[in-house]
């Protein structure tokens, strides 16, 4: 497992910007992939954004398409999930994870290690 630190989360009105990073520890980062979750309160944790081990794959939830970008530099063991045009619909906790495998795995069971959260607020 590897461990996981988030930061960049704030409070932003509706259409501004914000970066989150997650650093990672360990030497292998490049052999996991990545993926960015969130969670409102009352609802389930889910996929926001994934990024393969090789950075050459990547997936994005419907609701983010267009608006968000995945990214990693695996010199830094970090990931970084750029939010763009952020809407009130965004706030929610948001988790970095890691998945022991260097493709996007298809389940949120097979991220195995995660990391404390930070907290996005989007007011109107």
């Known amino acids: 497992q590897v461990q996981l630190v988030e930061s960049g989360g704030g409070l932003v009105q509706a259409g501004g910007s914000l970066r989150l990073s997650c650093a990672a520890s360990?030497?292998?980062?490049?052999?996991?992939?990545m993926g960015w979750f969130r969670q409102a309160p009352g609802k389930e944790r889910d996929i926001v954004a994934a990024?393969?081990?090789?950075?050459?794959?990547?997936y994005y939830a419907d609701s983010v398409k267009g608006r968000f970008t995945i990214s990693r530099d695996n010199a830094k063991n970090t990931v970084y999930l750029q939010m763009n045009n952020l809407k009130p619909e965004d706030t929610a906790v948001y988790y970095c994870?890691?998945?022991?495998?260097?493709?996007?795995?298809?389940?949120?069971?097979?991220?195995?290690?995660w990391g404390q959260g930070t907290q996005v607020t989007v007011s109107s």
């Open positions: 994870a890691a998945a022991d495998k260097r493709v996007i795995p298809p389940r949120r069971t097979d991220f195995g290690s």
């Open positions: 990024i393969s081990g090789s950075n050459i794959m990547t």
């Open positions: 360990g030497r292998t980062f490049s052999s996991y992939a």
